[in-house]
């Protein structure tokens, strides 16, 4: 039993404590006791006496009241029934399967975010995760065309070392905004969970792919696959760095995100469209989606008590019997 062990101890019938008044009125007994049995008498002087040997058993014999008024201590906490209680949990999750679908064209270095767009988004996008232990998450990455970075899991470690894995360049530059939808969905196509969900995330228009953001979207309806799509970007224009003969420079590009397309896919499942246009902001969208998204979670709490009060009756047993063998053997008395 460990010290955090014993803070969690706890009685059945604290009343009896009240029984614990009696070893204050034993101790004040055998002192009381033990001043009647001191005879006094004078003596000239105390040399002769102080020659005579105390024997061993003299010495012993106050210990006698010793242990009976311990093992009487004993009793009453043993009577009080101390517990340690030990508490099971069944948890049982109705959990959503999420799949985050994420922009990774070029555009997507830009730096109107920090320290880019797509950095803040891998940021916020494992921030999102980690609230979320009970869900099947996956992640789908687009450019020019679509790829499934992690397919629906509950190993969220496996998921956060991808996520943290992903940058501009993996893929053919472009924004298909349909393929990444229709590869999303292809991932929730099979799932049993009650509530499928796509978090879609882009800065730009849909200008290349096999399949149109609107038949992604009609595909998405068939499978009862809600939508949350949020278009990323600072409004005007934002820094985007280019490679010149002079190397890197930051050069303003023309923010151009297709809201109409996104708000329409998103009322089409029955999601919601947010514009992000810094850090904070983006922040504050997953946080929303986050609450508008909970997963149900039953827990079944089982309590079972271990005794502890037999080792506590025992020890007072024995230590009454201890005292009653030495009083009337080898500490007895004489009459």
Same mark, same amino acid.
């Given at each position: ?10 009685? #059945? ?8 008044? &009696?070893i ?31 024997s ?7 210990l ?29 999750? +109705? %959990? ?22 797509? +950095? ?5 996008? &494992? ?10 998450? %996956?992640?789908?990455?687009? #450019? %020019? ?35 990444g939808?229709?590869?999303?969905? +292809? ?6 969970? *009650? ?22 979207? +009609?595909?998405?309806? #068939? ?5 949350y799509?949020?278009?990323? %970007?600072t ?28 708000? *329409?896919? #998103? ?23 986050d609450q ?10 089982? *309590?079972?008590?271990?005794e ?22 080898v ?5």
């Amino acid at each position: 039993m460990t010290l955090d062990d014993l803070r969690h101890i706890s009685f #059945a019938y604290p009343a009896f404590f009240l029984l614990g008044l &009696l070893i204050p009125l034993m101790i004040w007994w055998q002192i009381r006791k033990r001043k009647q049995q001191q005879a006094a008498f004078r003596v000239s002087t105390m040399e002769g006496l102080s020659a005579i040997p105390v024997s061993w058993k003299a010495r012993a014999r106050p210990l006698l009241p010793v242990l009976r008024i311990v093992a009487v201590a004993l009793l009453v906490v043993a009577m009080a029934r101390p517990q340690l209680p030990n508490v099971t949990e069944n948890i049982n999750s +109705e %959990g959503i399967d999420i799949v985050i679908c994420l922009d990774i064209s070029g555009s997507m270095m830009a730096e109107d975010f920090q320290p880019n767009r797509v +950095e803040a988004a891998k940021n916020v996008a &494992l921030d999102f995760v980690e609230h979320r232990p009970g869900d099947r998450i %996956g992640f789908v990455i687009f #450019a %020019g065309e679509s790829f499934t970075q992690c397919p629906i899991t509950t190993d969220h470690d496996v998921l956060e070392n991808q996520i943290r894995k992903v940058n501009t360049g993996l893929l053919e530059d472009g924004t298909a905004i349909g393929m990444g939808l229709a590869t999303s969905v +292809e991932r929730l196509r099979d799932s049993k969970a *009650k509530s499928k969900v796509i978090i879609l995330l882009t800065d730009g228009v849909n200008n290349t792919g096999l399949i149109d953001p609107l038949t992604a979207l +009609e595909i998405a309806k #068939a499978f009862k696959v809600r939508i949350y799509t949020i278009g990323i %970007g600072t409004n005007g224009v934002a820094p985007y760095p280019v490679q010149t003969p002079l190397g890197i420079q930051m050069q303003d590009m023309q923010v151009e995100i297709d809201e109409p397309l996104l708000r *329409k896919i #998103a009322a089409g499942t029955g999601g919601k469209y947010f514009r992000a246009t810094d850090n904070q902001s983006l922040e504050e969208i997953y946080h929303q989606i986050d609450q508008m998204e909970k997963t149900r979670v039953r827990v079944t709490s089982f *309590k079972r008590y271990e005794e502890l009060f037999f080792p506590l009756a025992l020890a007072a047993i024995i230590l009454l019997s201890l005292e009653l063998i030495l009083r009337y053997t080898v500490l007895r008395s004489l009459p």
